[in-house]
């Protein structure tokens, strides 16, 4: 019977079946007919789910849709075609919704190995280039990585000197530089000049396919998610049968029985969850927030932990102009106009930091003449007779000595992120770079307290000063530093095996597998790409962290309604089975009361479209 009428049919045949059978019994030679038409849909339409449900029960699997199989096997016994068909339509509709509401699984196994390095360039001993394929990299090997390019295997630098993002991998939101002898991860992107690799791990072994397989088996250990409505019917469910009984023991009618199980069939319950999911789910993509299936959303609302991502999450995930320090001689604009004038040509990060910085701080820029750019290193050139040079500790060091040591005395050797400034050989000041707090990143983390959330982790791969010093600034108990993509997951699942349920929020290919474990995970796409959003329960696509608590206020709204609609309809249903058992209601027009009482319920749940009422989105506001 399955393969006749697939599942997303039935709703659609049985109501063509009832429908067809109206139209005959209102013909006079025909009405005949119309009995054996409803039978003839109630077993091809009403069996498939009978024998689905009973296929469920052998599992183990106590489900909502016990009564509903009970209701369709007994009109078919009692030859009450269109109450079995009223049954039918209804239990096969709400789990169309459910389907519906469920949504497309998360593709972010596919999606990352689309994204991995899949191509190398091999040197042999002459000096040629030879393509092949990443996998067919060998330890030792000598792999030539050109600009752009992601770095194919680990490895280590034997040649060359660059700038290499690994934000994405390691949560360093500042780009490393590159040099003899620096190891540097699988899926980390080269910078602006070509860097000479030898392989110290096939690209199987390597980081980024270390990753791809957390997320793999970080989606295949989730534990499917037990419906809503089947919580309730484990109590709702003996409690008809209850009831059946007495009325059978009572009347010794079998119709009786029938009418209680119509009136008892958990529509309420089928539907209510589906139908405030499904409003749920519009009201938070109008405010760009997707949510992939109803299970994130159902679960986001029970969330008790909090784990953030740095870089890119709380974070800006650029470096930003930070403090500008000078020595004697000159000022901050002094120092901010000759820099800015050397890096306008530079196409490197940080150069495009000092530019942005000093024009966003009012400063115009002269134009710069005689600039010679050492990449990766620094810049230098003349600006209204002076030569500047602006550039890492070591570049600044080698063409004006004394200089480097004059500004870390200024500052008393504090270590941060630097471009040293000399002017004419002599000293002239520092730029320090931050990766900048989102602004609403505090109002975040409040916003969460007052909903309830009691326990805010930090987690991230840069350095434990950075993080510390951004979780002390944020108010954060709890920080993690110096993490590796299976360290965050450990922590993530540490806490899942105490019985919290975890939300992970982050940005960053790293954060995939971290995405993949917790109870619900949160992307940023303005950030992290298709990746990071494919292996998310939930994406924000505006560019405003602040959404989060958007998020997990939606949810607890909906869930809200759902859990009042199914009360109202079990309280409905309940009604009308003591009514039915006392044998004032016989079964098509029991059949015909669900129906109103459904029609109640989906009304009322309707309502989880619309924003939550005060005090709930106060917490948001």
Not at 190 to 212: C, H, M
Not at 342 to 363: D, F, N, Q, T
Request: aromatic share 4%; hydrophobic share 50%; proline share 5%.
């Amino acid at each position: 019977m399955t393969r006749r009428i697939p599942p997303a049919l039935l709703p659609g045949a049985a109501l063509l079946f009832i429908l067809s059978g109206l139209f005959l019994r209102l013909q006079p030679d025909l009405s005949g007919w119309s009995r054996s038409l409803w039978m003839t849909g109630l077993v091809v339409t009403g069996l498939p789910v009978a024998v689905r449900t009973l296929g469920g029960l052998l599992r183990g699997r106590a489900a909502a849709d016990v009564v509903a199989m009970l209701a369709i096997l007994a009109s078919i016994l009692l030859d009450e075609p269109l109450a079995g068909l009223v049954v039918v339509l209804m239990q096969t509709g709400g789990e169309a919704l459910e389907r519906f509401a469920e949504g497309r699984a998360s593709a972010a196994v596919r999606a990352l190995e689309e994204a991995a390095p899949h191509e190398a360039h091999r040197l042999s001993a002459d000096g040629a280039v030879e393509d092949i394929a990443a996998e067919a990299v060998a330890i030792d090997d000598l792999l030539l990585v050109r600009p752009g390019e992601m770095v194919p295997c680990d490895g280590v630098v034997t040649e060359g000197s660059s700038h290499v993002d690994v934000s994405r991998l390691t949560g360093e939101p500042v780009p490393v530089h590159a040099a003899s002898g620096t190891r540097l991860p699988s899926g980390a992107v080269n910078g602006e000049s070509p860097l000479t690799l030898r392989t110290e791990a096939l690209a199987s072994q390597s980081l980024y396919a270390r990753i791809v397989e957390l997320v793999r088996s970080a989606q295949a250990s989730k534990a499917p998610l037990q419906r809503l409505a089947d919580r309730y019917a484990v109590w709702f469910t003996p409690l008809t049968l209850v009831v059946c009984l007495v009325a059978f023991l009572v009347s010794h009618d079998a119709r009786r029985v029938l009418a209680v199980l119509v009136v008892a069939t958990p529509c309420p319950l089928i539907l209510a969850t589906p139908v405030a999911i499904i409003g749920g789910l519009n009201r938070a993509a109008r405010r760009q927030i997707v949510i992939r299936n109803g299970s994130a959303l159902e679960q986001l609302g029970g969330v008790s932990v909090v784990m953030f991502d740095k870089t890119g999450t709380l974070t800006i995930g650029r470096p930003t102009l930070g403090r500008v320090v000078t020595v004697a001689g000159f000022t901050e604009d002094a120092v901010l106009t000759r820099a800015g004038a050397v890096e306008v040509g530079s196409g490197h990060l940080l150069a495009r930091s000092v530019v942005e910085g000093a024009r966003a701080r009012g400063v115009q820029l002269p134009t710069a003449t005689e600039i010679r750019e050492a990449p990766g290193e620094g810049v230098e050139g003349v600006v209204d007779g002076q030569r500047v040079m602006v550039g890492a500790r070591e570049y600044v060091r080698r063409h004006a000595p004394g200089a480097v040591q004059a500004l870390d005395a200024a500052d008393g050797g504090r270590a941060a992120l630097r471009a040293y400034v000399a002017v004419d050989g002599a000293p002239a000041g520092f730029l320090e770079f931050d990766d900048a707090v989102r602004p609403e990143t505090a109002p975040l983390l409040r916003q969460l307290q007052a909903l309830g959330i009691g326990r805010m982790a930090l987690l991230s791969g840069d350095r434990r000063e950075n993080v510390e010093a951004i979780g002390a600034a944020l108010g954060f108990t709890e920080t993690h530093a110096d993490l590796l993509p299976h360290e965050k997951v450990g922590l993530i699942r540490r806490a899942m095996d105490e019985g919290a349920g975890v939300l992970m929020v982050g940005d960053g290919i790293n954060d995939a597998p971290a995405l993949s474990t917790a109870t619900v995970g949160i992307a940023l796409a303005s950030h992290g790409g298709g990746i990071t959003a494919e292996a998310a329960d939930i994406v924000i696509l505006a560019d405003d962290i602040g959404r989060v608590a958007e998020a997990v206020e939606t949810s607890r709204w909906t869930m809200r309604i759902a859990r009042q609609s199914i009360w109202a309809g079990l309280g409905m249903s309940g009604a009308a089975m003591l009514v039915a058992a006392a044998g004032y209601i016989p079964p098509v027009a029991g059949a015909v009361l669900q129906e109103v009482i459904d029609v109640a319920v989906i009304l009322n749940a309707l309502r989880a479209a619309r924003p939550a009422p005060a005090p709930l989105s106060q917490a948001t506001a």
